[in-house]
């Protein structure tokens, strides 16, 4: 079963520059997350779709993110204009819906730095 | 902000040894989970426990849940170098989001 594939792997831009990550979740999954993981902390929660409609974005600073999962499959996370308190590790995860599968399969996820 | 408390943050044993580690929450929850992160890489999901549930084992791990203090421990068992990762616990309320705490930063020496 291939896993969550995510791209870039690394991404170096300078503040105020424009970024996008993308996401192909498991084959099946419905439910897809975005996730911000700074540097020696927690992963936390910007997005959660199920299918193509948003479940959660209580998180995301809608003032530069946005994101959309176009189809209910791959999903695109962008940030416009970038600052440097947005570098971090996106992670895109998805899991099967339902209230029994919790279970989140992340991907390797992509590195940001903000210069 | 992240609700859930890890303790200790970071954490040096010897190859042989076992390892416990300690989540704290502070709401109701449907259940907690546990995920390993290897440097540099996603998480991969380790173990669910149930409310309901007080203790719970996959191979060398063993989870226990007390929802009466909102707390939960993880105990990795004859630890192994490649044990060497960050834990995280996740705990899920009622239709809530997952909130991952701080981590458990776990260094195994050979």
């Known amino acids: 079963e291939a896993g969550v594939a995510q791209s870039p792997r690394y991404k170096i831009i300078e503040k105020r520059q424009s970024v996008a990550f993308w996401c192909n979740p498991i084959s099946g999954h419905a439910t897809l997350y975005w996730y911000q993981q700074i540097l020696g902390q927690g992963p936390k929660l910007l997005i959660q779709f199920q299918n193509n409609g948003v479940v959660d974005d209580s998180q995301l600073p809608k003032d530069r993110f946005s994101a959309e999962r176009l189809k209910g499959v791959d999903s695109t996370l962008k940030i416009q204009p970038a600052k440097l308190e947005d570098s971090a590790v996106y992670l895109c995860?998805?899991?099967?819906?339902?209230?029994?599968?919790?279970?989140?399969?992340f991907g390797s996820g992509t590195q940001l730095s903000v210069l | 902000s992240q609700q859930g408390e890890e303790d200790p943050q970071a954490l040096s044993i010897q190859e042989g040894e076992n390892a416990t580690m300690n989540c704290s929450y502070k709401?109701?929850?449907?259940?907690l989970q546990w995920y390993r992160q290897n440097s540099g890489r996603g998480l991969v999901h380790l173990i669910l426990i149930r409310s309901n549930e007080r203790e719970k084992h996959s191979g060398r791990l063993r989870v226990t849940l007390d929802t009466s203090k909102k707390s939960s421990s993880l105990l990795i068992t004859a630890s192994r170098a490649a044990d060497t990762a960050s834990y995280f616990c996740a705990y899920k309320a009622a239709g809530n989001k997952l909130t991952f705490g701080g981590g458990t930063r776990v260094l195994v020496k050979p």
């Open positions: 709401t109701s929850i449907n259940n």
């Open positions: 995860a998805s899991s099967l819906p339902g209230q029994f599968n919790e279970k989140l399969f």
